[in-house]
């Protein structure tokens, strides 16, 4: 394998030619990840609220995809191991310093809850579904009379979740531009936005779609400012992390994350919702789509250049 050479501002980017490159799978992880944390926290808080009704698609459809979506983000994971007959062994122990010991963890709790939370729903959903045997309705109608307190641990360890897709990275020490506290809030924010745009692909109401879009509004801004913080806090900082930056600015990711992540995923959507919420334009689900591009997009782009921030000088 030949030493990779990336030419960036006064310094030679180098890539370990002996370090093994992650391609597609842990930006599809992380994806889903983020998804399924927000489709899990907004379906809860309605539940809890008492929005069942006014908000159908968020609290009862969108947790049916939940069990799949999460089982596509773990298979995706799967892939990328290396040695994935030991597998196992991240539940042979709990270490709590590390970020991946937390994530296992915290998925094998929620993908049974997600489960149970999609079963609770499915009979609302499917007027005609039927359990095939009669065991299975009696424990499901046991675990109905706990479903605030499910709803409780979904929003607790969906947050967890969430945030934990960029915590995953942040703790790699040696890659700059991952090592920033901000990654993990933005992989939150990140997640709850497109899930918003997730439930309003779905939603058949209006004034749900239109409710998703004013939250969605207000995430896509938080995210820009946590874009902006993150970039900033770099500039602050030391050399190293000075030179990460300049990936983005004016390095090789400077027109793939300002035109995809910012411009395409983040600001056009806002500006068209913005415009749908003053009634100047049709409704659409155009900007829910570019909601869900552009959270893709954050995740290939970040992960790709996090793997090429590293400085021989």
């Not at 109401?205 to 874009?227: Q, S, T, V, Y």
């Not at 993150?230 to 400077?254: C, D, K, N, R, W």
């Amino acid at each position: 394998m030949q030493e990779i050479t990336i030419t960036s501002g006064r310094h030679m980017h180098h890539i370990d030619p002996h370090l093994t490159i992650w391609g597609w799978e842990i930006p599809v992880y992380l994806f889903f990840g983020g998804l399924v944390a927000g489709i899990l926290f907004f379906s809860a808080v309605y539940f809890l609220r008492g929005k069942e009704d006014e908000m159908h698609a968020t609290v009862r459809i969108a947790p049916l995809f939940v069990p799949l979506l999460l089982s596509l983000g773990l298979f995706a994971l799967f892939l990328d191991l290396e040695y994935k007959l030991h597998v196992f062994r991240f539940y042979t122990a709990i270490r709590l310093e590390s970020p991946m010991s937390w994530g296992s963890w915290t998925l094998a709790i929620i993908f049974p809850l997600s489960f149970l939370w999609a079963l609770m729903h499915a009979e609302k959903v499917f007027p005609n579904w039927r359990y095939p045997y009669a065991w299975m309705e009696n424990a499901m109608t046991y675990v109905k009379k706990y479903a605030k307190v499910i709803a409780w641990l979904l929003i607790y360890y969906a947050a967890i979740l969430g945030i934990y897709t960029g915590i995953l990275l942040s703790a790699f020490n040696a890659r700059p531009i991952w090592n920033t506290a901000i990654l993990g809030p933005l992989f939150l924010v990140s997640g709850l936005s497109t899930a918003l745009a997730f439930n309003m692909i779905l939603s058949k109401n209006k004034e749900e779609k239109h409710r998703l879009g004013r939250i969605d509004l207000i995430a896509i801004g938080i995210e820009l400012f946590l874009i902006i913080h993150m970039f900033m806090g770099f500039l602050a900082s030391t050399q190293i992390h000075v030179e990460a930056v300049t990936l983005f600015l004016g390095g090789p990711y400077t027109a793939p994350f300002w035109i995809f992540v910012v411009g395409i995923g983040l600001i056009i959507p806002a500006f068209i919702e913005i415009l749908d919420s003053l009634h100047k334009v049709k409704s659409t689900l155009i900007p829910a789509f570019l909601v869900l591009f552009g959270g893709l997009m954050l995740r290939f782009i970040i992960v790709d250049a996090g793997q090429f921030s590293s400085w021989v000088y």
